[in-house]
């Protein structure tokens, strides 16, 4: 079955980076999109940043845009999120996402149980 599990949150102060990992399992990485969202506390989940199954065209939430960058390793099945220039409004339950086709138009399933990221001083 479909596994996502995240890796590389923590506690960053403002201003600091973290390059979070998603290592997924049980089926062909390199046919789906792929997605990174996060949930603050009392805050519905939001997309930050998604990519298209060759990693040639991503899209990223306004929030975000300019200081996340999004990539992936098809080789090794691993999706990342590069976050530079973090601030306290990035503090959130940070989780990964399979597509259901190549592009991100065709929606996500599953979720990764998730990893924490904390920006605080």
């Known amino acids: 079955q479909v596994q996502l599990v995240e890796s590389g949150g923590g506690l960053v102060q403002p201003g600091g980076s973290l390059r979070l990992s998603c290592a997924a399992s049980?089926?062909?990485?390199?046919?789906?999109?792929m997605s990174w969202w996060r949930q603050a506390p009392g805050k519905k989940s939001e997309m930050v940043a998604q990519?298209?199954?060759?990693?040639?065209?991503?899209d990223y939430a306004l929030s975000v845009k300019g200081r996340f960058y999004i990539s992936r390793d098809n080789f090794n099945n691993t999706l990342f999120l590069q976050m530079n220039n973090l601030n306290t409004e990035d503090t959130a339950l940070y989780r990964c996402?399979?597509?259901?086709?190549?592009?991100?138009?065709?929606?996500?399933?599953?979720w990764g149980q998730g990893t924490q990221v904390t920006v605080s001083s």
């Open positions: 996402r399979k597509g259901t086709g190549e592009n991100w138009y065709s929606g996500f399933e599953a």
């Open positions: 049980g089926f062909t990485f390199s046919t789906y999109a």
């Open positions: 990519i298209r199954n060759d990693g040639q065209l991503t």
